[in-house]
């Protein structure tokens, strides 16, 4: 069962960005369901790390539009992506250190509503700026 399911709500009208987050709520809830199945502290690790990995390239990707748009915003924006892989690495080393139901369920939680946040919040921002240059659907 779904811990999140992804909703027209938080389209930002830019097609690939859409598609990032969708994966991005994926990979969250492929996590949590792995911890509500009991399966193994692999199988969670490898998750964790497929949302840090994605996160990573999802953040580069959009950091790169918004530099090519001069987007005013980007500042903003670099320093809540830094700060939220740093909360990523953190619940990774709670992972690695043996806590890992206690991490994946709050991981799990706390990266939904910080990327529902974002994306209601920040990410709304640079959708008419990134439609005037053409990245919309």
């Known amino acids: ?14 097609g690939t960005m859409d598609s990032h987050h969708q994966k991005l709520f994926d990979i969250i809830n492929k996590m949590h369901d792995a911890m509500k199945a009991g399966d193994g502290e692999d199988v969670i690790a490898a998750a964790i790390n ?7 390239y999802h953040f580069s990707e959009e950091e790169k539009i918004m530099e090519s748009i001069n987007y005013s915003g980007i500042a903003g924006q670099k320093a809540a992506h ?8 953190k619940y990774k080393d ?5 806590m890992a139901i206690f991490a994946v369920s709050e991981i799990s939680t706390t990266a939904v509503k910080w990327l529902t946040d974002h994306i209601l919040v920040m990410d709304k921002q640079y959708e008419d700026d990134m439609k005037a240059a053409g990245y919309g659907h």
């Not at 709670?94 to 043996?98: E, P, Q, R, V």
Request: glycine residues 6%; without cysteine; hydrophobic residues 40%.
């Open 1 to 14: 069962m779904a811990l999140y399911e992804w909703s027209e709500e938080y389209s930002v009208g830019i």
């Open 94 to 98: 709670d992972i690695d250190n043996g």
């Open 82 to 89: 830094k700060a939220f892989i740093d909360e990523l690495l």
């Open 50 to 56: 497929e949302l840090i990995d994605y996160t990573k």
